[in-house]
């Protein structure tokens, strides 16, 4: 499937769900491309997973905003290859550096410069650790196992409207306890 079909797949996977995040994160490394950087050339010509750039393009569509956060050691090499890819100017911010967190900094700077809630991000990366410190945070995260792709599309959508109805479901509750109830004596 080419990268239009891709992005009309995303398309309607993006349609099944009324409510969507305002930010979607991707890790570089085994997140939108299949190998580290650090290990690579600059004057190499890189290659995405074969569905990230549909689900990439589907999201800018639907107003979705996307970022990076990345704990690459070598940002020049990473910059160069989103350059390359033609894809570096569509993410609102990218947070490429190295960092003894995992990615909880890159996530307080990303909410700091977007201004976007925890609550409202989705991210997505290929290692637990990151995704245990960033759930934490309140963002949905995916674990993906072979890159970005239509299948961890539709369950990052879906997990992120879960968490977003559960949560409001808990406001609800509290603002019921809280609030005087007015009806009973009339
Ligand atoms: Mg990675």
Same mark, same amino acid.
């Given at each position: 499937? +080419?990268? !239009?079909?891709?992005? *009309?797949?995303?398309?309607?996977?993006? #349609?099944?769900?009324?409510?969507?995040? /305002? =930010?979607?994160?991707?890790? &570089?490394?085994?997140?939108?491309?299949?190998? @580290?950087?650090?290990?690579?050339?600059?004057?190499?010509?890189?290659? =995405?997973?074969?569905?990230?750039?549909?689900?990439?393009?589907? &999201?800018?569509?639907?107003?979705?905003?996307?970022?990076?956060?990345?704990? $690459?050691?070598?940002?020049?090499?990473?910059?160069?290859?989103?350059?390359?890819?033609?894809?570096? $100017?569509?993410?609102?911010?990218?947070?490429? @550096?190295?960092?003894?967190?995992?990615?909880?900094?890159?996530?307080?700077?990303?909410?700091?410069?977007? /201004?976007?809630?925890? *609550?409202?991000?989705?991210?997505? !990366?290929?290692?637990?650790?990151?995704? !245990?410190?960033?759930?934490?945070? +309140?963002?949905? $995260?995916?674990?993906?196992?072979? #890159?970005?792709? &239509?299948?961890?599309?539709?369950? #990052? &959508?879906? *997990?992120?409207?879960?968490?977003?109805?559960? $949560?409001?479901?808990?406001?609800?509750?509290?603002?019921?306890?809280?609030?005087?109830?007015?009806?009973? !004596?009339?």
């Amino acid at each position: 499937m +080419g990268d !239009d079909g891709v992005k *009309n797949e995303a398309m309607e996977i993006l #349609g099944l769900f009324q409510l969507l995040p /305002r =930010l979607v994160v991707f890790d &570089l490394d085994y997140t939108l491309w299949p190998f @580290y950087c650090e290990c690579r050339s600059k004057r190499e010509m890189p290659k =995405l997973y074969p569905q990230a750039k549909g689900v990439l393009y589907a &999201l800018k569509d639907r107003g979705v905003d996307v970022a990076i956060a990345s704990r $690459s050691p070598t940002p020049d090499i990473a910059n160069a290859f989103l350059d390359k890819l033609g894809i570096k $100017s569509m993410f609102v911010t990218q947070e490429i @550096y190295s960092s003894w967190t995992h990615k909880t900094e890159h996530f307080e700077r990303i909410h700091r410069k977007t /201004r976007v809630p925890y *609550n409202e991000m989705l991210f997505f !990366d290929d290692e637990d650790r990151n995704i !245990d410190a960033v759930s934490k945070m +309140g963002v949905t $995260s995916i674990l993906v196992g072979n #890159g970005v792709n &239509l299948g961890a599309l539709r369950q #990052g &959508l879906s *997990n992120f409207s879960q968490n977003r109805s559960s $949560s409001e479901k808990g406001k609800q509750k509290k603002s019921k306890k809280s609030s005087p109830s007015k009806t009973e !004596d009339q």
